[in-house]
């Protein structure tokens, strides 16, 4: 498998001691039920100068006692390369792409910059294609994740004609029409360079419907190489959440939690809703704390009885619009509650630090999860929630968000651009009756847990071996 960011990242300290975390997101968490005890060999890149201090260590191949027993090889592509690889193309312009994130009348701009960073990206995507051909056993089966690898299995098929080659689409794909503000040349690589594969996999048949729309209008019609399209919906991971979310720590951060969402004037615990994202533009979450300020405004019964728990984790902040996006949260939230707050009521607790057992606590406690992106290839956060919800959790869901095709039946669903849409939303959640939510929590954690990470993985497998 091979992907640009791999199950860990490392932290080197003044002692030079290297400390393996565990990155964000649903790749990681999809990828990472494939464990120890198989052959498969995951490739990915260092992100860091830590990382690139861990891959001259350790001459690439990670310790397994790092990576929980996976074979890791990580490569240490050139900085500067990966640097406009990463930042410049594939996540300020393939991720802009596909989440419909510019705008337009000034973006995006497609100039001599960008021209340079996208050899920057053919040549990081041959760096993969040239370790995976290294790595790769007679005849064996590889998967190239995501937006960042585009055009590694068109690379790799030259390079190693015996291997079957998967690609898996981790984001939306954009329709042709918004699609082709790439250069006409561009969007050709790209999608030749999906073809490259035998099998093309994405998570929902939306967006595979719009790949195959994309290669009809910028290759012609049919897809010429007979690549193969599936569709695997992604989904929670059930056991290992469940144990996960009934440790020591994360009972001790529901205390906290507690403490600080506080009572209500009559004495009643405050409802709660939650929000966990990475601080991603895509996400939405300064609507989501606007539509929180509408119901304040509109619904005044609300004040003091509820508190937004908001986990907001800093996310790409190389990126300068990902920098003045998380300082917009920021500031939003400070003026709720500023403008409703009491002395025995903060409207809005926000927290950006990264804690995973306190965002399992949330989710235990959650009376409403708030999950209203822009455009979202999947969000799992709609699926975890369900999950391991204490006393059933009463879920609001854009429309946009790929886990739509599954929940959208029992969530109170949203149209994630319109504020009061959303405030009226969250008001029909925080008022639902017990019994209801429970019954909707039950039929969401059943679809949410049809297809946990390692059956994801090992369809695709299979998919591709038939
Ligand atoms: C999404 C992408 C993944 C990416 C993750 C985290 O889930 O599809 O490819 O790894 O976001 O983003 P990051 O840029 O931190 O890897």
Request: hydrophobic share 40%; proline share 6%; aromatic share 8%.
């Amino acid at each position: 498998m091979a992907s640009n960011r791999g199950p860990v990242s490392y932290t080197l300290d003044e002692t030079g001691r290297l400390t393996a975390r565990r990155g964000g997101g649903g790749l990681v968490s999809g990828l990472s039920a494939i464990g120890p005890g198989t052959d498969a060999v995951w490739v990915c890149s260092a992100l860091n100068d830590s990382d690139r201090e861990a891959v001259r260590r350790t001459g690439g191949t990670l310790d397994p006692a790092d990576t929980g027993g996976q074979h890791v090889r990580m490569l240490d592509v050139d900085a500067q390369m990966h640097a406009a690889a990463y930042n410049g193309i594939a996540n300020s312009v393939l991720w802009f792409v596909h989440h419909m994130l510019y705008q337009t009348p000034m973006e995006p701009v497609f100039d001599t910059e960008f021209r340079r960073q996208w050899a920057a990206y053919e040549g990081y995507n041959r760096a993969f294609a040239e370790a995976l051909a290294e790595e790769a056993a007679e005849g064996a089966a590889v998967l190239v994740q995501d937006y960042h690898l585009t055009l590694t299995p068109r690379m790799l098929r030259e390079l190693r004609p015996d291997l079957r080659i998967g690609h898996f689409s981790h984001t939306p794909w954009a329709p042709p029409e918004y699609f082709r503000l790439l250069p006409d040349d561009i969007a050709a690589q790209v999608l030749g360079g999906i073809l490259g594969a035998d099998r093309a996999a994405f998570l929902t048949q939306r967006w595979a419907d719009a790949f195959t729309d994309c290669c009809h209008a910028v290759l012609g019609p049919g897809i010429p190489s007979g690549t193969r399209i599936g569709v695997h919906g992604l989904g929670a991971d059930v056991e290992f959440l469940r144990e996960r979310a009934h440790r020591p720590d994360v009972a001790e951060r529901m205390r906290t939690l507690r403490a600080q969402i506080g009572t209500a004037p009559d004495g009643r615990p405050r409802k709660t809703i939650v929000r966990v994202d990475r601080t991603e533009l895509s996400k939405n979450i300064v609507r989501g704390l606007l539509a929180y300020e509408e119901l304040l405004r509109s619904r005044p019964e609300w004040r003091e009885r509820v508190v937004h728990v908001a986990f907001a984790y800093p996310s790409r902040q190389d990126l300068a619009v990902y920098r003045e996006y998380t300082a917009e949260v920021q500031r939003v939230a400070a003026e709720i509650n500023s403008r409703f707050g009491t002395p025995g009521w903060t409207p809005v607790e926000l927290h950006v630090k990264d804690d995973f057992a306190r965002s399992l606590a949330a989710y235990r406690l959650a009376d409403v999860a708030l999950v209203n992106p822009i455009r979202d290839g999947m969000n799992l956060v709609a699926k975890e929630v369900p999950v391991v919800s204490d006393e059933g959790c009463a879920l609001v869901l854009s429309r946009e968000a790929g886990a739509y095709e599954e929940l959208g039946e029992d969530a109170v669903t949203v149209n994630p651009y319109d504020i009061v849409g959303t405030a009226r939303a969250l008001h029909e959640a925080l008022s639902m009756g017990p019994g209801e939510r429970a019954e909707r929590t039950k039929r969401l954690a059943a679809q949410a847990t049809a297809l946990p990470p390692a059956r994801w993985f090992l369809d695709q497998l299979a998919a591709l071996e038939g």
